[in-house]
């Protein structure tokens, strides 16, 4: 076996171990979903049908998921429910646009698009479901939540009645996975 030979090997044992990470990952989610369903849960957790009692009961939570058909009902009621707060809206493709422009701009023009992304005190990213076709801007929205949650920021993620339900990258996924779920009617 030449080299390239064992490079195209190791490139695909990399692949599919991406995979079945992502699969373990997307297995564990659902099994999390099923044991709240059943009332099996050992976590305290609950579904919530309601922005502002889901961060009343949860005032420790930095992260929620909010999903629901209709993205205009969702916008408005992030803005109902902080009122008074400074909030920032963006659809995942404005989120991936800026930041790509962002790091076309170079290092200080990344930081300063960083440094306004965590000064909101809400910031939301609507239709995450667009996230699976864009991994390397998942990535970014990943650093981003973690970095807003560590300052204690509140980060809205919402999307379609389906958007915690789909395949995405192992780190979005755990965000998605840990986020405090709200369902909209």
Known sequence: MNNSDLQGLKDSVSDVSKQIEI???RVAGLKKVIS???GNSSEVEMLFTSLPEAVKANPDQTVFLLLGADYVKREQIVKESFTGQNIDQKNSSEFGDQ???AIRGGAET???WNGKIHSYDVF???NVEDFTTRPHIAEEVVNRVRARSRLGKITILSGNAFAGQRTYAPKMLELINNATTINLK
């Open 110 to 112: 990344k930081f300063l």
């Open 36 to 38: 709240v369903i059943d």
């Open 23 to 25: 699969l373990q990952n």
């Open 99 to 101: 930041f790509l422009e």
């Open 124 to 126: 939301q990213i609507d």
